[in-house]
């Protein structure tokens, strides 16, 4: 049985992205004995999230925090603004971004979790200009991140 745990503002591990956004690692499905794994996203205007993608073993939600997001869940674009929730079930090809008006801010949580953190550090890397996309190429079955389709969604 998974234990009760805080997670505090200044234990939380910041990925800084271009323009001012960053993910926020909250939990990497250790301390919830792979229950469920949370970031806090924070996107520029106009920023990609992720190029679509699909997980086979787990559900993603999202909630949006603040600004609006546009979201690609199963062929169809949609924008979320503050408030929206967006549920993906395994198998559900998805992608997201802020839409051009705004940054956007929201909650990923990816239930049960797997332990990814350094998938995000790794994509932080490479929205930085540290790596290049294909290190990517090794970590996609470990981290459940099928990509399906090029990085233009939108």
């Not at 990816?110 to 290049?132: C, K």
Request: hydrophobic fraction near 40%.
């Amino acid at each position: 049985m998974a234990k009760s745990f805080i997670v505090h503002e200044s234990d939380v591990e910041a990925i800084p992205l271009p323009g001012g956004g960053s993910f926020r690692l909250l939990e990497d499905s250790e301390n919830s004995e792979g229950l469920f794994g949370a970031n806090r996203l924070t996107l520029a205007a106009g920023a990609d999230g992720t190029r679509p993608h699909h997980h086979t073993k787990s559900t993603e939600i999202f909630y949006v925090l603040g600004g609006t997001m546009d979201f690609l869940v199963d062929g169809a674009r949609t924008a979320v603004s503050e408030g929206g929730l967006v549920v993906v079930p395994p198998g559900t090809v998805h992608a997201f971004g802020a839409t051009a008006e705004g940054p956007a801010e929201f909650l990923a949580v990816l239930t049960p979790g797997i332990v990814r953190f350094e998938y995000f550090r790794q994509l932080g890397r490479i929205a930085r200009g540290e790596a290049d996309w294909d290190s990517m190429n090794e970590l996609h079955d470990r981290f459940d991140v099928h990509f399906d389709g090029g990085p233009q969604w939108r």
